[in-house]
């Protein structure tokens, strides 16, 4: 007699259900639709969702989303000319972007409720949304999963549902020719300033919010679909033309701007990014916990102050900007040599907590530097006020410009001044995380003993990552000083509601990936413009900082951006640790070459 035993396969659908791929076209079909309809009777809810015809705030957002889980539900059924659009996963793609959709419209139909007071004032446009994207979500989660459950893991429904939201890796597509890969770059980096630049450019809270949930699922149904992964390909093969191309589209991004408020959170993000590099070279390539990073900046920043013609300056000098820019650097390559000698023979938290005490002791010192606690020199918690614009070879920062049927106000004149020193800055941190130094940089942050066994400096790179760093911070500085107009001891805190801080700097770096190139740029980036665009979340950053990092460490511990090295460090890779007792020999090369510095 002969037992049989019924059991599920790892990768069926969560929910038994037929014709599931047509069920979640349709429901996509239907939320773009209904998009097309009015969604309340009234103005006053912003965006004026009232017309018919014409998609608008919220409504644009969803029918995006819509056209999204449209199309990779599509391209499942092998439609000619779709097949690009699925060269991972087919339908953890596509179950990520309904959900998304459901997300935006489930939250723009709270939303109205909430405004206007009830669901009584929602037109019969949201109701049809709504309920496409919720047939969309539900059908999706009987599409097969893209990738067999692991072994090791229990297949209960929580489990089998968060393997239904992977993908494999998407398989090496054929070679193109340069210029049509050059091109898809330009694209890529195209549809990415047209996106950032929407979400800058949002009027109110609640769209700014359908964004995030928007981008957020958008993207990751775009990585599970494998299209990220094949641009990304791309990037790294052309590593020039795709550090040019992110140029080109920052120096477009101020040509884009009406409003004044919104370039100027564009060359904020640009200053704390361009600081954020410059921290991932202590703590993202040399490994050294700094918590009083902010102060180089402050450095930087008090001592272009200083020289650049403010009337309230003690010091009553007034440099070219090149001067006072190399002044604001020199000075914060001092501080770093200064304070890094003596406490860089510490590690760990030892180390952490004399940086953070410099950060205080920065702060303090010119508190007190008012002319009655110490010598005056910086005017205490006053602060050195009415920096003047500057003024570089007639072109006046101070006033707009037209150029080109474009005007440029004063936030976009700095913005592009300062896109100039973050150039310069992933120049450096580019040349210098390549190089030997570089290489003896992650050796000492992996492993210093093992490093300093090897014939490596330990030392003399740390007090070398520590200068390069603050330097970096204080050519920062520099422009913060006249793009604020006044520096103040209060702006330079180890933590506060309002960046920037070395909490701030720390968390743009860890939250983008350390070690990485793009990543702290990134993580900056949002860090900065989701407080901006959201006010009411200003008296709790703090402590949503701490939710997201506790969040990534639990589901990303490498970052947003990663490099290869932590992704293999913080994932299974399937490959033994030891070879198995049977596995095969194969022949290798042995060489053994000197690491120094």
Known sequence: MTMTTNTTPTNSALIALPAARHL???????ALVGTFLAWTWTAEFPGDLTVTGYPGGLQVLTLVGAALTLLLALSGYGI??????????????????????????????????????????????????????LIAVI???????????????????????????????????????????????????????????????????????????????????????????????LTTKHRNVTLVAALVAAFCFPFTQQNEQYALIGANILIFATVALGLNVVVGLAGLLDLGYVAFLGVGAYAAALVSGSPLSPVGVQFPFWAAVLTGAAASLVFGVVIGAPTLRLRGDYLAIVTL???????????????????DLTNGS??????????????????????????????????????????VVVLVFRRS?????????????????????????????????????????????TVQAHVSYTVTPEQYQFAGSVPPNSAFLLAA?????????????????LLYLIPAKLQFMQDYQLFIFGIALILLMRFRPEGLVADRRKQLEFHETGQLDVPAEDAPLTQTTAGTTKAGA
């Open 24 to 30: 979640t076209t349709a429901g996509a079909a239907i």
């Open 382 to 423: 006053q602060g050195i006020p009415s920096i003047p614009d500057l003024n570089l070879f007639g072109f006046d920062f101070g006033i707009s410009h037209d150029i080109a049927g474009f005007t440029l106000g004063r936030s976009a004149n700095y913005y592009l001044l300062m896109l100039v020193f973050t150039a």
């Open 433 to 477: 995380g390549e190089s030997r130094i570089g290489r003896a940089w992650v050796a000492i942050r992996e492993d210093e003993t093992a490093a300093t066994a090897m014939g490596i400096n330990a030392f003399r790179l740390k007090l070398l990552a520590f200068a390069l760093g603050a330097t970096l911070a204080g050519l920062a500085g």
């Open 357 to 375: 005490g410099f950060g205080e002791i920065f702060r303090l010192t010119v508190n007190a530097l008012n002319g009655v606690s110490g010598p």
């Open 80 to 133: 000619k000319g779709l097949g690009w659009l699925t060269p991972g996963g087919t339908n953890s793609s596509v179950r990520l972007a309904a959900i998304g959709v459901l997300g935006t419209t489930g939250f723009a139909v709270g939303a109205i409720s909430v405004k206007l007071g009830g669901v009584v004032n929602l037109e019969p446009g949201a109701w049809i949304s709504l309920a496409g994207a």
């Open 139 to 233: 059908a999706s989660l009987g599409l097969t999963a893209d990738q067999e459950l692991d072994d090791t893991t229990r297949p209960t429904p929580l489990n089998r549902f968060v393997n239904s939201l992977r993908a494999p890796a998407p398989e090496r597509s054929k070679e193109l020719p340069n210029w049509a890969e050059i091109l898809i770059i330009a694209a890529a980096f195209g549809v990415a300033l047209y996106v950032f630049t929407y979400g800058i450019d949002t009027d109110y809270a609640e769209l700014f919010i359908g964004y995030i949930i928007s981008v957020a699922f958008g993207f990751t149904a775009l990585t599970r679909a494998g299209i990220i992964a094949r641009v990304t390909r």
């Open 509 to 525: 770096v860890i939250l983008g990936g350390m070690g990485t190139l793009s990543g702290p740029l990134v993580g900056a980036a």
